[in-house]
T-cell receptor
Framework: SQQGEEDPQALSIQEGENATMNCSYK?????LQWYRQNSGRGLVHLIL?????REKHSGRLRVTLDTSKKSSSLLITASRAADTASYFC????????????FGRGTSLIVHP | GAVVSQHPSWVICKSGTSVKIECRSL??????MFWYRQFPKQSLMLMAT?????????EQGVEKDKFLINHASLTLSTLTVTSAHPEDSSFYIC?????????????FGPGTRLLVL
């Protein structure tokens, strides 16, 4: 079964607004990663957050991790039309082979 | 950052033919590469792990005789879809484990869209 599940499945906002996507998982993780995928393209690695970290920032991206709730969130501040893409969380299970397992993704549309 | 390429980017073929997809790490050596398939609006499903110089490790439910993987060098892995059928139509994405990343980071190729008629 899939380890990570994103919520919501789809999100539509206006340019300038913030976008928040959530990811829930089931088992203990080593780390959790967020990726972006433009339509019909490959994945771009955004942020990796380890199980002993609670928050990381990268530009307009903010990722939080709550291991007690087995959940993570990705916040995109001041969104732009170019942020329109699908966003996936991927979990790397503790004690595993470092192969990430992907959720179904959140489709984000930012209207100009 | 590291670059992974795939070729071709898209392919249309007749049912029954075989299709080869190449995955190359352009500026680093990748001892381990991964092959995923993705259906529309779905997640990436890991098909197999490709190790240089050894046999690939296939995920449960993936037919190894159907999806042949060869990792002959540190910069090239190939996926051959043998006797392709319409249900094999999908988006195939490879990734390579980044060097010196303790196995934590992968770089993904741009994907290959396969349409079997």
């Amino acid at each position: 079964s899939q380890q990570g599940e994103e919520d919501p499945q789809a999100l539509s906002i206006q340019e300038g607004e913030n976008a928040t996507m959530n990811c829930s998982y089931k088992t203990s993780i080593n780390n959790l990663q967020w990726y972006r995928q433009n339509s019909g393209r490959g994945l771009v690695h955004l942020i990796l957050i380890r199980s002993n970290e609670r928050e990381k920032h990268s530009g307009r991206l903010r990722v939080t991790l709550d291991t007690s709730k087995k959940s993570s969130s990705l916040l995109i501040t001041a969104s732009r039309a170019a942020d329109t893409a699908s966003y996936f969380c991927a979990t790397v299970v503790r004690g595993g082979s470092y192969i990430p397992t992907f959720g179904r993704g959140t489709s984000l549309i930012v209207h100009p | 950052g590291a670059v992974v390429s795939q070729h071709p980017s898209w392919v249309i073929c007749k049912s029954g033919t075989s299709v080869k997809i190449e995955c190359r790490s352009l500026d680093f050596q990748a001892t381990t590469m991964f092959w995923y398939r993705q259906f529309p609006k779905q997640s990436l499903m890991l098909m197999a792990t490709s190790n240089e110089g050894s046999k690939a490790t296939y995920e449960q439910g993936v037919e190894k005789d159907k999806f042949l993987i060869n990792h002959a060098s540190l910069t090239l892995s190939t996926l051959t879809v043998t006797s392709a059928h319409p249900e094999d139509s999908s988006f195939y994405i490879c990734s390579a484990r980044a060097p010196n990343s303790k196995g934590e980071t992968q770089y993904f190729g741009p994907g290959t869209r396969l349409l079997v008629l």
